[in-house]
């Protein structure tokens, strides 16, 4: 991620004024099967999953990979926040290696600033581990409240183009000097 390579992972878990951000664990498995079965979720990523294809796919321990933070209220997993290098061949930038900023939380979470919340930290850890470096996002611009976070996390527009039947926003965020 950085010229002198990707920062140490698992980092010490990061916490916030409500929540705790730290790397996955076997514990966590029935709520990443409750995310991405969630008709809710599901409705901004292109479909839910069936909870049965979940049950079978999902590892042990999910989400166990350099930049992958669960999200933790009062001892429970609401949510996930991901700085993943994005895929090459996307229709914005496509020879670009960038660090893509993603974000998932469980439905009786939203609209109480925890994305708000739990992105700003994961951001903050990653400036501090990969200074300089600029972080991207898509979503797609009906998403209401994904816009109203990209902005407020510092995200200014590059392009918008169609994917997944849907228009779509891909903003970067270039980290100022401190």
């Not at 933790?72 to 670009?96: C, H, K, S, W, Y």
């Not at 903050?124 to 300089?132: H, I, L, R």
Request: aromatic share 8%; proline share 9%; with cysteine.
């Amino acid at each position: 991620m950085t010229e002198h390579g990707p920062p140490a992972w698992p980092p010490a878990p990061i916490r916030t004024a409500r929540l705790l951000l730290r790397a996955s664990e076997a514990r966590d498995r029935a709520v990443y099967v409750e995310l991405f079965a969630s008709p809710e979720v599901g409705a901004h990523l292109g479909g839910a999953r069936s909870r049965e294809e979940l049950e079978r796919v999902v590892p042990e321990v999910p989400g166990r990979r350099p930049g992958s933070f669960v999200v933790e209220l009062d001892g429970a997993m609401i949510g996930t926040v991901t700085l993943d290098r994005r895929a090459t061949g996307r229709p914005v930038r496509p020879n670009a290696e960038e660090t893509m900023l993603g974000y998932l939380f469980l439905p009786g979470a939203w609209g109480r600033g925890y994305a708000a919340e739990a992105c700003a930290a994961a951001l903050g850890w990653f400036t501090e581990a990969s200074p300089g470096e600029p972080v991207v996002l898509c979503t797609r611009t009906d998403n209401d409240r994904s816009m109203r976070l990209a902005a407020k996390l510092g995200f200014g527009e590059v392009e918008r183009f169609e994917e997944y039947g849907a228009e779509q926003w891909f903003g970067v965020r270039v980290p100022t000097p401190v």
